[in-house]
Nanobody
Framework: QVQLVESGGGLVQAGGSLRLSCAASGRTFSSYAMGWFRQAPGKEREFVTGQTRSGGYTYYTDSVKGRFTISRANDENTVYLQMNSLKPEDTAIYYC?????????????????WGQGTQVTVSS
């Protein structure tokens, strides 16, 4: 089992940047594929990006390609989400998630472990 804690959210102007962190407990962090999802008010939770256990493969939703970057430091038990060129439509609560073997990286149901979320607000 793994516990996840996100940090790094906040208020930023459009065009700005933020870096989210997700710290994982336990000694088997490298055994988990990681994902970032977000949920805006009144909307369903949506996939943002995911990365395999080794970090060898990454997946992004089209709306963040070229702006967001997922990375992981297995020796630090941490996964990061670097967000650049932020837009007001990026405003949401951002969640990190972990799964040993996600059947489908883009589906929330593939991830059994979730953090509590961190709020990102982008002002226009």
């Amino acid at each position: 089992q793994v516990q996840l804690v996100e940090s790094g959210g906040g208020l930023v102007q459009a065009g700005g940047s933020l870096r989210l962190s997700c710290a994982a407990s336990g000694r088997t962090f490298s055994s988990y594929a990681m994902g970032w999802f977000r949920q805006a008010p009144g909307k369903e939770r949506e996939f943002v990006t995911g990365q395999t256990r080794s970090g060898g493969y990454t997946y992004y939703t089209d709306s963040v390609k070229g702006r967001f970057t997922i990375s992981r430091a297995n020796d630090e038990n941490t996964v990061y989400l670097q967000m650049n060129s932020l837009k007001p439509e990026d405003t949401a609560i951002y969640y990190c998630a972990a799964a040993p073997y996600p059947s489908e990286y883009r589906t929330p149901l593939s991830y059994p472990y979730w953090g509590q979320g961190t709020q990102v607000t982008v002002s226009s």
